[in-house]
């Protein structure tokens, strides 16, 4: 299993390959070797991607690469962590969503107590208040309805 | 005299009061940003990306250049006092730095780094002032077809030093040419790879890639990692080498500011490779080498000394070539080009004001790293004790505001956490993001000259080889790539002694 995993790695390069050269192929005009088209360079950088990732498979193939772990609780909470700041922007305003940001964020260490979260959050809302809002002048809507 | 003239154009532009400020700033965030392991010049040259859009371009340039050289120092404090290194070049530090902290001498060994790095950037500097016009001027003489093979060498070197081996940072080039070729085609105006989403036709912005790629997929790998905070005393002892260590110190000074000079202008290769060949030399020829790894000062000074030459000589190929030396340096490209500013060989006749005074800022930096070092050093060492989970949350929303700010636009913060994840399953498949990134500045520029010198030869490609300019550059990219298969880190490390296997808190 674990092997078939570390061999994901040149396969999805590939694919990434594969897909630029042949959607170049398929839907842009290549023109000619004089007057090349907009496709004529994303298949050749896409070929050449794609035979890499062969090479890259090959050598995989004889000595397997060692893959990272995966930590998904740090991917969640990261990704929770962006997504909140996105979602909650348009409704609250930036220094909510940016608490609520901090706050999920900062759930999935282990370790981190409650309380500390919270000041944590509140201290980083008042920093970007500080920094962006006044500091930069950046025209944000700092809290909805205020 | 004309170098005067410029000089002192320079010195009226960096010497504003907003510039110097700003400059302080930059070498002040840089510090700090170097100082907390896991978060390297990248990350927080692109952090500081968005706030610099709304900077005239000294001032934005003269900012991130103080962040990037500012975070290469930074890096060498966490490598001293908890032998982890804060940038990859600053690993070489830890062999020397490490040891003379654990015998107490900590103290001298952040304060010659200091000097040794503020030795080595003005070094670099002076080769830059020295160098940058001459080469810019040789480089007026390049065609399409030498733009594309210069290009060509950037690219393989890049990728040759990606700690991923030579093909695997090859591939990721590719993937960040072929990102960057997303959206409309300036040639024909027809869009390419945009799936029919319209805020795609303007292309993927390089600050959400960089801050995806470097930012938060950085972040995701350490959130939960067993990074230490520093535990240990704080500086306790004196902080002034003795006189014998300041003599001592001075040619190993130099030797290595001459070798990092060599290293920055190179592209691709960097202050890693200098620190690296700076310490391994050195260690052939100094008198005391026997006490080399076991806390001798001279393995402090020279990598310090080599990487801070390196640093601001990156700058050299960035600016005069618009070939960006490391990820940094196309990330400075990236800030200059969204500024309307081209680099390449006319910028220093184009914008006399923009290079020379960057030159001088360089000297005023360096000052005030030293200034702010010497006396702070405190503070740095209580930064390391700060438990790195109040850390990690802080940088993900500076990353989403930041990315924000740039046009009020959600879609831009979605798009950084689709390159975030993008960027976790590259690391999770040992592929280096860096290369990638510097593929995705240059991608665009390569793309136009391989086309304007396919036209000028009316289809024949074989121009890339009959123009000697171009084949000079084809062959030196090729030999580089034979090298890339030579074990050079693990021949120059033969000599050299471990890393201290003890890593107690």
Redesign the interface.
């Known amino acids: 299993m674990r092997r078939l995993t ?1 061999h ?3 396969i ?2 590939l694919a ?2 594969l897909f ?1 050269a042949i ?2 192929l398929t839907a ?2 290549l023109g ?11 298949l050749l ?2 070929a ?2 794609s035979l ?2 062969l ?2 498979l090959a ?1 995989n193939l004889r000595a397997p ?4 772990r ?2 998904p ?3 969640l ?3 929770g ?3 909140a ?2 979602f909650f ?2 409704l609250t305003g ?1 220094l909510p969503a ?1 608490a609520c ?2 706050l999920v ?2 759930s ?5 107590r409650w309380p ?1 979260r919270i000041a ?2 509140a201290g ?1 809302s008042v ?2 208040w500080l920094i ?1 809002v006044k500091g ?1 002048g ?3 809507t700092a809290i909805r309805g205020l | 005299m004309d170098l005067l003239d410029n000089l002192m154009l320079g010195l009226a532009t960096a010497a504003t009061l907003q510039n110097l400020m700003y400059c302080f700033v930059g070498v002040f965030l840089g510090t700090f940003i170097g100082v907390l392991p896991g978060v390297g010049p990248l990350a927080a040259v692109a952090m500081l990306l968005p706030v610099s859009f709304y900077l005239p371009p000294e001032t934005a340039l003269v900012m991130l250049a103080g962040v990037y050289y500012g975070a290469e120092y930074g890096g060498s404090i966490a490598s001293i006092l908890l032998n982890i290194p804060g940038t990859p070049s600053a690993s070489v530090t830890c062999l020397d730095g490490y040891p003379m902290a654990r015998q107490g001498r900590a103290g001298v060994a952040l304060f010659a780094t200091a000097m040794a790095s503020m030795t080595g950037a003005l070094f670099g500097v002076v080769v830059m002032v020295l160098l940058s016009p001459k080469l810019a001027e040789f480089a007026l003489l390049f065609q399409p077809a030498e733009y594309f093979s210069v290009m060509v060498l950037g690219l393989v070197a890049a990728s040759i030093v990606s700690s991923s081996g030579a093909v695997r940072g090859l591939m990721m080039v590719c993937l960040g040419i072929l990102l960057g070729t997303i959206g409309v085609d300036v040639n024909s105006g027809e869009t390419r790879f945009t799936g029919g989403i319209p805020q795609l036709r303007d292309g993927v912005s390089l600050v959400v890639v960089a801050m995806g790629l470097f930012g938060i997929s950085e972040v995701m790998v350490s959130l939960r990692g067993a990074t230490q905070s520093y535990a240990g005393a704080g500086l306790t002892g004196r902080m002034l080498p003795t006189r014998a260590e300041w003599v001592r110190s001075v040619m190993p000074a130099l030797r290595g500011s001459a070798i990092g000079s060599f290293f920055g202008t190179l592209p691709g290769t960097g202050q890693t490779v200098a620190s690296f060949v700076g310490y391994a030399l050195e260690k052939r020829v100094n008198r005391n080498r026997d006490q080399f790894g076991k806390g001798a000062i001279e393995g402090v000074v020279v990598p310090e000394a080599a990487n801070n030459a390196a640093a601001q000589t990156a700058f050299i190929p960035t600016l005069t070539l618009g070939i960006p030396g490391s990820t940094t340096m196309a990330l400075m490209l990236g800030a200059l080009m969204i500024h309307g500013i081209t680099p390449g060989p006319r910028l220093i006749a184009e914008h006399p004001e923009l290079f020379w005074g960057l030159v001088v800022s360089f000297v005023f930096g360096n000052i005030f790293l030293l200034v702010l070092n010497i006396p702070l050093i405190g503070i740095w060492v209580r930064l390391l004790r700060v438990p790195h989970h109040y850390l990690y949350p802080t940088v993900i929303v500076l990353i989403c505001v930041g990315v924000y700010s740039i046009s009020n636009a959600l879609t831009d913060v979605w798009a950084t956490l689709v390159f975030g994840v993008i960027g976790y399953v590259l690391r999770l498949f040992r592929f280096e993001p860096a290369p990638l990134l510097i593929g995705f500045v240059l991608g665009p520029m390569m793309e136009e000259f391989f086309r304007r010198a396919m036209l000028l030869s009316r289809g024949d490609a074989s121009v890339f080889l009959t123009r000697p300019g171009s084949a000079a550059l084809l062959l030196a990219a090729l030999v580089l790539l034979a090298a890339s298969l030579i074990p050079w880190k693990r021949w120059l490390m033969r000599h050299n002694t471990p890393q201290p296997q003890d890593k107690e808190a």
Request: net charge positive.
């Open positions: 570390s994901l790695g040149p999805l390069m990434a390959g630029f959607g170049a842009l005009e000619s070797f004089r007057r090349m088209g907009p496709g004529a360079f994303p950088v896409g050449l991607l890499l990732a090479i890259g050598q690469v060692a893959m990272g995966a930590d609780m740090a991917v909470g990261v990704f962590g962006v997504a700041f996105a922007t348009p930036v940016t940001a901090v964020t900062a999935v260490i282990k370790g981190f500390h944590l959050a980083v920093g970007v962006f930069l950046i025209p944000f």
